[in-house]
């Protein structure tokens, strides 16, 4: 059996929500909490605390007008720089892509929303098929679970209330409040109006602002898409620079990029053997934002921390899961095999993968230049993008902090193993401490050290303990059999295989908080389960 692919059987539960959706196929998407309630749909997670290690660095008036006082400087330049350059140094066929990530689907449907332009992680086979099937109504559960303006995932959770606690000025705003208006703007725009004159002691003298101290953002200009790639219409594209609704709301976090997150998380447990390229695909429209001057690094970082935690707490939701997130993957593999004659992993062989180049060689500050040619190569990408080179701002070489219900991320790359050895997987694959917003050893867990692409491509070896080791990660998905040689008896042999409750190790060795689980690091990063099992939600 190909392990990169595996279906979910369905439950029964879903018969009323398929025959709904079905019969409205060509109308617009329909929300699946229509149909039915979960428990997750009231218990969404707190983003604002979530993200409150922000005010480690900024600290806001109180008044959302986008004024405070900057708490590290150091970081916030940091923030400023890479913003700069991202944004002068994207090819002019990323500014476009940019641009693309940027729209989201009216209500009409003649156009399309990042849960649609994310197709170009699926490769040139699939990701045509997708887009056609998401447009001509023939993935109507699909639709319903992951557009960017009303799925029931993809449009989970909102960022409004953080920005408004947060209010931090975004990049293309002056900080100079006499800097001319530009024509065209809404008069709420005016730079008299709003600016980030509070930042304005940490960038004069700065090299890539003005001498006012104007960060040197270059606008990308409106444009019609006539490609017709994601669309059977033409389509106007604008990154909204003089819309009030975009000059006056907080830069952090991103909510472009937390619905890129809701959008790429959820396609990318649907489809496990594709999870590394879609998600750094959704990090690429993160850093598309960016590229529009109208995010920052940091922002980007908080869109993606808010994108997991809501996903991890739909997957967390059992009925969610049986009766949305499982019908919804079988109905898109289906489709997707349908249409292209075979299985997934032919159709990806007889097309290329998705690649990126987003700045045409040149190498971001303290980074790479980003390009994607592979799975290890994505892999990587997403990777840097985690955390953009911040120097660190909080403890080093602190303990994994995995969050309760993250290992619910994982449970369509790895169905056989158990809670706790997918929650193993995540610690073992995590980044380090002491980045900006890491929560690490809180009782929330930190999700801004979570690397989930290189947790979904990881080749996982089974102990006969009952523990689990990342062998390698940047490859095909894998879960190795117990050595026979290894297994000394049946308890072992069953934990190994992937039971639910996995032995002590009998180890003495300090215990690590891991979300709900408790866990043992024993030698390299190997970290074994102590027999608890995470409750579930029922």
């Known amino acids: 059996m190909n392990q990169r692919f595996r279906f979910f059987r369905l439950s029964g539960a879903v018969t009323i929500p398929v025959v709904t959706v079905a019969l409205l196929a060509l109308s617009a998407p329909l929300a ?88 170009t992680a699926l490769g040139s086979v699939l990701g045509p098929i997708y887009v056609t099937g998401r447009q001509n109504g023939s993935l109507p559960l699909t639709s319903a679970l992951i557009n960017s303006s009303n799925g029931t995932s993809g449009a989970y959770v909102s960022t409004g209330a953080s920005k408004a606690a947060f209010s931090y000025p975004r990049p293309f705003l002056p900080t100079d409040p006499s800097t001319p208006a530009v024509a065209g703007d ?13 930042l304005t002691s940490n960038r004069v003298g700065a090299p890539y602002a003005s001498s006012q101290g104007n960060l040197l953002i270059t606008r990308v200009p409106s444009v019609v898409d006539t490609t017709h790639q994601f669309s059977t219409n033409d389509v106007s594209l604008s990154a909204a620079y003089n819309s009030t609704g975009i000059c006056t709301g907080g830069a952090f976090p991103s909510g472009h990029t937390t619905t890129a997150y809701q959008a790429g998380i959820t396609l990318a447990t649907l489809l496990p ?70 299985t997934l992993d032919a159709c990806l062989a007889r097309g290329a993968a998705y690649q990126s180049n987003p700045y045409g060689g040149q190498a971001i500050p ?35 902090s995995v969050p309760a219900g993250a290992e619910n991320l994982l449970l369509s790359t790895f169905p056989s193993l158990s809670d706790a050895q997918r929650a193993s997987v995540l610690a073992q694959t995590e980044i380090s401490s002491g980045d900006p917003l890491d929560a690490s050893g809180s009782a929330g867990g930190s999700w801004q050290r979570l690397n989930l692409a290189a947790a979904t491509s990881a080749t996982v070896q089974l102990n006969a303990d009952g523990s689990v080791t990342v062998a390698s990660v940047g490859g095909k998905a894998a879960v190795l059999p117990v050595a026979a040689t290894n297994v000394t008896d049946p308890g072992a042999a069953a934990a190994a295989s992937g039971s639910s409750s996995l032995a002590a190790t009998g180890l003495d060795a300090e215990p690590i908080l891991v979300g709900s689980v408790a866990a043992t690091l024993l030698g390299l990063g190997m970290v074994a389960a102590l027999g608890m099992r995470r409750r579930r939600t029922r």
């Not at 059992?318 to 004659?341: F, M, N, S």
């Not at 994505?378 to 660190?392: I, N, S």
Request: aromatic share 6%; charged share 20%.
């Open 32 to 119: 699946a909490s229509a149909a039915s309630s979960y428990p997750s749909d009231t218990a969404k997670p707190d983003l604002p605390s979530l993200l409150s290690g922000y005010t480690s660095l900024w600290q806001s008036d109180g008044v959302n007008d986008l004024h405070g006082t900057v708490v590290d400087a150091s970081t916030l330049a940091r923030n400023d720089e890479l913003a700069v350059w991202i944004n002068g140094h994207a090819t002019p066929a990323q500014q476009f892509l940019a641009l693309q990530d940027s729209e989201y689907q009216p209500s009409d449907n003649s156009a399309y929303d990042q849960s649609i332009t994310i197709s």
């Open 186 to 198: 809404d008069p709420g725009c005016a730079p008299t109006v709003v600016n980030a004159s509070s």
């Open 273 to 342: 053997s594709l999870a590394p390229e879609i998600l750094t695909r959704a990090s690429e429209a993160g850093n598309d934002r960016i590229v529009l001057g109208v995010h920052y690094p940091l922002d980007i970082m908080g869109g993606r921390i808010s994108g997991e935690a809501a996903l991890a707490a739909r997957w967390s939701d059992a009925k969610y899961r049986t009766e949305v997130l499982e019908p919804a993957q079988k109905e898109l593999i289906d489709y997707l095999q349908q249409q292209c004659g075979g």
């Open 366 to 400: 303290g980074g790479t230049s980003q390009i994607v040619t592979d799975r290890s190569s994505a892999v990587a990408v997403y990777g840097e993008r985690l955390d953009y080179g911040f120097t660190k701002t909080g403890p080093v070489a602190q303990a994994p």
